[in-house]
Structures are given as C-alpha cells and as structure tokens.
Nanobody
Framework: QVQLVESGGGLVQPGGSLRLSCAASGSLFSINRMGWYRQAPGKERELVADIAGDGSTNYEDSVKGRFTISRDNAKNTVYLQMNDLKPEDTAVYYC???????????????WGQGTQVTVSS
C-alpha cells in the first residue's frame, strides 16, 4: 500500500506565500506523475499543477507565474510553492501520485488526505 502525506497548508493573507509538501511512502516500484489538485466548496476538483519524473510540468492557467511545482525523486516528494496568493486560491489541496507498484504493473492513482489553504485578510 502507498501513502501520501501532505503538509504546509494554512491561513495566509492575500499576496502571501505558502509551500505545500507531499511525501509518498510504501511498497512501490516507481512514480510516474505527481501533482496537486484543489477543490473549493461547491466546485469540482481541478488540477493545479503536475510534474513528470523528467521534470516536465503542467499548470492550470490561473496559477501560471505564481505557483511552482517541483519534485525530489530520491525522496518521492513533490512540492508546490505558492506565491502571490489570492482569495480565489482558497480550497482543499490534494496531492496525487500515479504509481507503478511493480516493474510490470500498470499505473495506480493515489491521493493524499488533503490540506486546507485559506487566503483571507
């Protein structure tokens, strides 16, 4: 079984910064993409950013230039640096990892428990 443990959420004023971390642990062969999703009240969960093992990234349009995703492959950890935060960034942020459990298995998607980010003055 694979576990994703997130940290770094909290309350911040508009224009402030937060850094989210997510560490994967357990019995796995490799991790393909790792990413961050968010879900605001009454809205669907949406992709914020994700990153492949080779470092290639995708960002949701509203966070481009403000958020930066990175990963440490040796630690199976993904980070999300969030700068210039806006009230509309308020949501529960979920870590996701697409994992290969063995050399010949397909990809299985795992989720963290979620961490609250609140941007308010």
């Amino acid at each position: 079984q694979v576990q994703l443990v997130e940290s770094g959420g909290g309350l911040v004023q508009p224009g402030g910064s937060l850094r989210l971390s997510c560490a994967a642990s357990g019995s796995l062969f490799s991790i393909n993409r790792m990413g961050w999703y968010r879900q605001a009240p009454g809205k669907e969960r949406e992709l914020v950013a994700d990153i492949a093992g080779d470092g290639s990234t995708n960002y949701e349009d509203s966070v481009k230039g403000r958020f930066t995703i990175s990963r440490d492959n040796a630690k199976n950890t993904v980070y999300l640096q969030m700068n210039d935060l806006k009230p509309e960034d308020t949501a529960v942020y979920y870590c996701n990892a697409k994992v290969r459990l063995s050399r010949f298995s397909g990809l299985t998607s795992y989720w963290g428990q979620g961490t609250q980010v609140t941007v308010s003055s």
